[in-house]
Nanobody
Framework: QVQLVESGGGLVQAGGSLRLSCTAS????????MGWYRQAPGKQRELVAA???????DYSDSVKGRFTISRDNGKNTLYLQMNSLKPEDTAVYYCNTRDLSFQWGQGTQVTVSS
């Protein structure tokens, strides 16, 4: 069973930055299109950023221009650079494949204070 371990979350003031990491225990990580998802209290989990195996990226309108997704296939790691954070970005952030092939990890909490 593939393990996904997210890290890098924390408490930050509005306008601040965080960099999230997600490491997968799978050597063929490079073949998967991956995504960062988030779930705020009382809301459904949503996809905010995605990256293909070839490096093509896509973002939800809510984070476009502020977040950057990237990957290091040599380290089996996915990243999310989050800048200009807003209180509405507060959520638990998760990574997974675009088709949700892997079991969800524990996520990492991001809290943005106003």
């Amino acid at each position: 069973q593939v393990q996904l371990v997210e890290s890098g979350g924390g408490l930050v003031q509005a306008g601040g930055s965080l960099r999230l990491s997600c490491t997968a225990s799978r050597r063929d990580f490079r073949i998967y299109s991956m995504g960062w998802y988030r779930q705020a209290p009382g809301k459904q989990r949503e996809l905010v950023a995605a990256i293909t195996s070839g490096g093509g990226t896509d973002y939800s309108d809510s984070v476009k221009g502020r977040f950057t997704i990237s990957r290091d296939n040599g380290k089996n790691t996915l990243y999310l650079q989050m800048n200009s954070l807003k209180p509405e970005d507060t959520a638990v952030y998760y990574c997974n494949t675009r088709d949700l092939s892997f079991q969800w990890g524990q996520g990492t909490q991001v809290t943005v204070s106003s």
